[in-house]
T-cell receptor, first 114, second 114 residues
C-alpha cells in the first residue's frame, strides 16, 4: 500500500496523559499536513510541513500540541496533558508541490480522552 | 435533488437520480478546488478537482462547476448509487501566510435510498 499511513487507528487515553500519533506520507510527497476533525464538521487545519520545515501553524494548535517531521519523511503529532476536548479524529495528508495539487489523506487516528 | 451546501447539510436521493451538492467558498484568491468524499470512519478521498481558470470539469459520473463571480462550487453526481452515500466536502487551496492550505467547508451528507 503506497498511500498515507497513520498509526494507531484508535487511541483511548485518560485525561492528563500524553499521546503521540505517527503519519507516514506518500514517499515522494514533500508536503505533509495535520488536520483535526470532530463529528459533523469538516477537517480543520492544524499545521503543515514542507520537507522537515514546519511552515504554518493554526491557532487551533495550542502549546500542548507539537508536531515534528525530523527527516522530512514521517511525522509525529504529540498532545500533552490531554483534555476531553481533544477527542477527535486526527488526519494526516500529503501532497507534492504547492498550489494546485490534491492532498491525499490517511485513514486518521481516532482519539478518545476519558 | 439539490443541496444548498452549508444551509442544508443532508441530501436524500433515490438510487438512479442525479445529485447536486453545492458549496460556497470564502477566499477570492483561491485558485484550486477539490471535492472529497468521506465515508464513515475513513479519511477524505479525492473525487475531482478544478482550477480557477476553468468553469467546468467532468470525471466519471461526476461534474464540478465553478462560478468565481459568486464564489460557488457544485458537484453533480449522475445516476447516484448506494455506494455514493457519504459526506462530501469541498476544499479550496487558499493562501494562508504565504502557503497554500487546503481549507474545508462543513460538508453535505448524501444519503442514497435503494
Amino acid at each position: 500500500d503506497t498511500g498515507v499511513s497513520q498509526n494507531p487507528r484508535h487511541k483511548i487515553t485518560k485525561r492528563g496523559q500524553n499521546v503521540t500519533f505517527r503519519c507516514d506520507p506518500i514517499s515522494e510527497h514533500n508536503r505533509l499536513y495535520w488536520y483535526r476533525q470532530t463529528l459533523g464538521q469538516g477537517p480543520e487545519f492544524l499545521t503543515y510541513f514542507q520537507n522537515e520545515a514546519q511552515l504554518e501553524k493554526s491557532r487551533l494548535l495550542s502549546d500542548r500540541f507539537s508536531a515534528e517531521r525530523p527527516k522530512g519523511s514521517f511525522s509525529t503529532l504529540e498532545i500533552q496533558r490531554t483534555e476531553q476536548g481533544d477527542s477527535a479524529m486526527y488526519l494526516c495528508a500529503s501532497s507534492t508541490v504547492s498550489g494546485g495539487t490534491e492532498a491525499f489523506f490517511g485513514q486518521g487516528t481516532r482519539l478518545t480522552v476519558v | 435533488g439539490e443541496s444548498v451546501g452549508l444551509h442544508l447539510p443532508t441530501l436524500s436521493v433515490q438510487e438512479g437520480d442525479n445529485s447536486i451538492i453545492n458549496c460556497a467558498y470564502s477566499n477570492s484568491a483561491s485558485d484550486y478546488f477539490i471535492w472529497y468524499k468521506q465515508e464513515s470512519g475513513k479519511g477524505p478521498q479525492f473525487i475531482i478537482d478544478i482550477r480557477s481558470n476553468m468553469d467546468k470539469r467532468q470525471g466519471q459520473r461526476v461534474t464540478v462547476l465553478l462560478n468565481k463571480t459568486v464564489k460557488h462550487l457544485s458537484l453533480q453526481i449522475a445516476a447516484t448509487q448506494p455506494g455514493d452515500s457519504a459526506v462530501y466536502f469541498c476544499a479550496e487551496n487558499g493562501r494562508s501566510g504565504g502557503s497554500y492550505i487546503p481549507t474545508f467547508g462543513r460538508g453535505t451528507s448524501l444519503i442514497v435510498h435503494p
